[in-house]
């Protein structure tokens, strides 16, 4: 919630030239301002806000320069006198109208018709599910061999860790790399305890209480944040947009904000984004920033109104223009995506620069990636870098996973295996999936940190389990080979199927293997061939070698020589050397092809040019 003050008011000065001042009373105006700021001397101070808007009210009040003095006096100067004055009503600043928000120099687009937001579809149900008993063996398979794996971890894990401080350090230049893989938040631990102390006093909390009971706008929309935050009086969201009403009902903006914010939370009132909506328009018209980019969301997102993403551009463009950062982020947004305004990555990249400066985390890693790709910028490998590093240290994952990529690519910065180890886990330890995956690749291969297959197993499984088909595929490989975790075919098949049902040619084709042999699964020739042909058919050299097998031998399908030539000769064009050989005997006695002793002799010597006797 916003707690505003207003400045250090010092009216009376504005009225200094008038005949009505004698100078008699400007010394008593100028020591009873004085006083106050002695007894209250915190700039931020509400009693000193509201004692000072007492002293105008007196001071403009309808009174003769006598009545004027006594009352200071009374009031401010003389301790024994009573208090109860009858001030003159103050004009609310809510009460002046707010200047309308210059328009921005981008010339509005013709609004375009609001499109229905497309969702993703979801990835399909794998079309071949294991046999209820297959599955349940996989699973069982799966928690015993996790189970042994996890406990030869703490040994490995702590060999690791001595061999990845020592590695990272040499690569980095000194820079050690004390990270856990699953590290407690830092801030946790420098983070000083809050003062429970409350910033009113007595006198304070009781004058600003009058002043909102006497229905001064500005006094409401104050006493309503120390109910919402608890400042100087019990906690009470009921309290705090009961009284935010009242100041929103007397034209206060910044209350009709916070009245919005509570009815979009559900802070003290039932939700109610259409209730929501309403006061944030009221907040945008008096040209409140915030409230604008409230309102510009809920047309983006359709929330308490109908969704109107060229009505988004035009709140999101007003609080833009004002320099809201999180405004001017949406409408590069807005521009990147064609979204209620024509596609324009040129002007995307001007309000993702206006935002990214001001410090916008995301806007910074927008930013970096137009200039990665070359969209509305000319391309900076180096400068995609710079956004980068600042999104990723305020904890952007993406930005800290691209950034890890440009170290581990040399791309716009020095190579240094070691620096993309870094930021791989940072954006790793946050759950993102492809940082996981890559991590894993740097245990496999030793690439930065000391080569443990047990990490990369742990890694592979974290992406595998997020849907990365190829950290599904690598994972199956783990099981299927016995490294990093207990060898289980069951286990291996569980995660082949995952990878792939998702297109995966190299698992369709392991997953075919398994079939053909009864590893980790039943044997079964036909479904072996339905999965080398998946593979076959995305090019895949050596399931169209075995495809072509299974068509000469009638495995799992009809036999047909002239169908195993077709699929000998595609795996022979990749260089795939017994698909060669294959070839040529099937010229050689003119089996699925015509006879040809020369075509033959040629395809033999491919074969023996590889090595093949």
């Given at each position: 919630?916003?707690?505003?003050?207003?400045?250090?008011?010092?009216?009376?000065?504005?009225?200094?030239?008038?005949?009505?001042?004698?100078?008699?009373?400007?010394?008593?105006?100028?020591?009873?301002?004085?006083?106050?700021?002695?007894?209250?001397?915190?700039?931020?101070?509400?009693?000193?806000?509201?004692?000072?808007?007492?002293?105008?009210?007196?001071?403009?009040?309808?009174?003769?320069?006598?009545?004027?003095?006594?009352?200071?006096?009374?009031?401010?100067?003389?301790?024994?006198?009573?208090?109860?004055?009858?001030?003159?009503?103050?004009?609310?600043?809510?009460?002046?109208?707010?200047?309308?928000?210059?328009?921005?120099?981008?010339?509005?687009?013709?609004?375009?018709?609001?499109?229905?937001?497309?969702?993703?579809?979801?990835?399909?149900?794998?079309?071949?599910?294991?046999?209820?008993?297959?599955?349940?063996?996989?699973?069982?398979?799966?928690?015993?061999?996790?189970?042994?794996?996890?406990?030869?971890?703490?040994?490995?894990?702590?060999?690791?860790?001595?061999?990845?401080?020592?590695?990272?350090?040499?690569?980095?230049?000194?820079?050690?790399?004390?990270?856990?893989?699953?590290?407690?938040?830092?801030?946790?631990?420098?983070?000083?305890?809050?003062?429970?102390?409350?910033?009113?006093?007595?006198?304070?909390?009781?004058?600003?209480?009058?002043?909102?009971?006497?229905?001064?706008?500005?006094?409401?929309?104050?006493?309503?944040?120390?109910?919402?935050?608890?400042?100087?009086?019990?906690?009470?969201?009921?309290?705090?947009?009961?009284?935010?009403?009242?100041?929103?009902?007397?034209?206060?903006?910044?209350?009709?904000?916070?009245?919005?914010?509570?009815?979009?939370?559900?802070?003290?009132?039932?939700?109610?984004?259409?209730?929501?909506?309403?006061?944030?328009?009221?907040?945008?018209?008096?040209?409140?920033?915030?409230?604008?980019?409230?309102?510009?969301?809920?047309?983006?997102?359709?929330?308490?109104?109908?969704?109107?993403?060229?009505?988004?551009?035009?709140?999101?463009?007003?609080?833009?223009?004002?320099?809201?950062?999180?405004?001017?982020?949406?409408?590069?947004?807005?521009?990147?995506?064609?979204?209620?305004?024509?596609?324009?990555?040129?002007?995307?990249?001007?309000?993702?620069r206006k935002a990214a400066e001001q410090g916008v985390a995301e806007a910074q890693y927008a930013l970096g990636k137009s200039y990665?790709?070359?969209?509305?910028?000319?391309?900076?490998?180096?400068?995609?870098?710079?956004?980068?590093?600042?999104?990723?240290?305020?904890?952007?994952?993406?930005?800290?996973?691209?950034?890890?990529?440009?170290?581990?690519?040399?791309?716009?910065?020095?190579?240094?295996?070691?620096?993309?180890?870094k930021w791989y886990r940072k954006a790793a330890n946050q759950g993102l999936a492809e940082a996981q995956f890559y991590l894993a690749?740097?245990?496999?291969?030793?690439?930065?940190?000391s080569q443990n297959y047990t990490r990369a197993v742990k890694w592979y499984r974290k992406a595998a389990e997020q849907g990365i088909?190829?950290?599904?595929?690598?994972?199956?490989?783990?099981?299927?080979?016995?490294?990093?975790?207990?060898?289980?075919?069951?286990?291996?098949?569980?995660?082949?199927?995952?990878?792939?049902?998702?297109?995966?040619?190299?698992?369709?084709?392991?997953?075919?293997?398994?079939?053909?042999?009864?590893?980790?699964?039943?044997?079964?020739?036909?479904?072996?061939?339905?999965?080398?042909?998946?593979?076959?058919?995305?090019?895949?050299?050596?399931?169209?070698?075995?495809?072509?097998?299974?068509?000469?031998?009638?495995?799992?399908?009809?036999?047909?020589?002239?169908?195993?030539?077709?699929?000998?000769?595609?795996?022979?064009?990749?260089?795939?050397?017994?698909?060669?050989?294959?070839?040529?005997?099937?010229?050689?006695?003119?089996?699925?092809?015509?006879?040809?002793?020369?075509?033959?002799?040629?395809?033999?010597?491919?074969?023996?040019?590889?090595?093949?006797?």
């Amino acid at each position: 919630m916003k707690h505003s003050h207003l400045a250090f008011v010092l009216s009376c000065f504005a009225l200094s030239a008038s005949p009505i001042f004698a100078e008699n009373l400007w010394d008593i105006v100028e020591e009873a301002q004085n006083t106050i700021v002695r007894k209250y001397p915190s700039e931020d101070s509400i009693a000193r806000k509201y004692a000072l808007k007492e002293l105008e009210a007196i001071v403009t009040g309808d009174m003769s320069e006598a009545q004027r003095i006594e009352a200071i006096r009374k009031r401010y100067l003389d301790p024994s006198s009573s208090s109860d004055l009858q001030i003159p009503a103050v004009k609310s600043e809510a009460d002046e109208e707010t200047p309308a928000v210059e328009a921005d120099s981008d010339e509005e687009t013709p609004a375009v018709e609001t499109e229905a937001d497309e969702e993703t579809p979801a990835v399909e149900t794998e079309a071949d599910e294991e046999t209820p008993a297959v599955e349940a063996e996989a699973d069982a398979g799966d928690s015993k061999t996790e189970a042994e794996a996890d406990a030869g971890d703490s040994k490995t894990e702590a060999e690791a860790d001595a061999g990845d401080s020592k590695t990272e350090a040499e690569t980095s230049a000194g820079e050690s790399e004390t990270e856990e893989d699953n590290p407690a938040d830092e801030s946790d631990l420098d983070e000083e305890a809050s003062s429970d102390e409350s910033d009113f006093d007595e006198d304070e909390m009781s004058l600003l209480q009058e002043r909102a009971e006497q229905g001064d706008a500005e006094a409401q929309y104050d006493l309503g944040n120390c109910y919402f935050n608890g400042d100087g009086v019990a906690q009470d969201y009921a309290e705090a947009a009961d009284l935010y009403r009242q100041a929103a009902e007397q034209g206060y903006a910044e209350a009709q904000y916070d009245l919005g914010n509570c009815y979009f939370n559900g802070d003290g009132v039932a939700q109610d984004y259409a209730e929501a909506v309403k006061w944030y328009r009221k907040a945008a018209e008096q040209g409140l920033a915030e409230a604008q980019f409230n309102l510009g969301n809920s047309y983006y997102k359709s929330e308490g109104v109908k969704q109107n993403k060229a009505e988004a551009v035009k709140w999101y463009r007003k609080a833009a223009s004002q320099a809201l950062a999180d405004a001017q982020y949406c409408l590069g947004i807005c521009y990147a995506q064609g979204d209620g305004v024509s596609q324009d990555c040129i002007k995307a990249v001007k309000w993702y620069r206006k935002a990214a400066e001001q410090g916008v985390a995301e806007a910074q890693y927008a930013l970096g990636k137009s200039y990665c790709d070359g969209k509305g910028v000319k391309m900076s490998k180096t400068e995609a870098v710079k956004w980068y590093r600042k999104a990723a240290e305020q904890g952007v994952a993406e930005a800290q996973y691209d950034l890890g990529r440009s170290y581990s690519d040399g791309k716009g910065v020095k190579q240094s295996k070691a620096d993309a180890v870094k930021w791989y886990r940072k954006a790793a330890n946050q759950g993102l999936a492809e940082a996981q995956f890559y991590l894993a690749i740097c245990y496999d291969q030793g690439n930065g940190v000391s080569q443990n297959y047990t990490r990369a197993v742990k890694w592979y499984r974290k992406a595998a389990e997020q849907g990365i088909a190829e950290a599904q595929f690598n994972l199956g490989k783990s099981y299927f080979d016995g490294k990093g975790v207990t060898q289980n075919k069951t286990a291996a098949v569980k995660w082949f199927r995952k990878a792939a049902n998702q297109g995966i040619a190299q698992a369709q084709y392991d997953l075919g293997n398994c079939y053909y042999n009864g590893d980790g699964v039943k044997q079964n020739k036909v479904e072996s061939v339905k999965w080398y042909r998946k593979a076959a058919e995305q090019g895949y050299g050596d399931a169209q070698y075995n495809l072509g097998n299974s068509y000469y031998e009638g495995d799992g399908v009809k036999q047909n020589k002239a169908e195993a030539v077709k699929w000998y000769r595609k795996a022979a064009e990749q260089g795939v050397v017994q698909a060669q050989y294959n070839l040529g005997i099937a010229y050689e006695h003119g089996e699925g092809v015509k006879q040809n002793k020369t075509e033959a002799k040629k395809w033999y010597r491919k074969a023996a040019e590889q090595g093949l006797e």
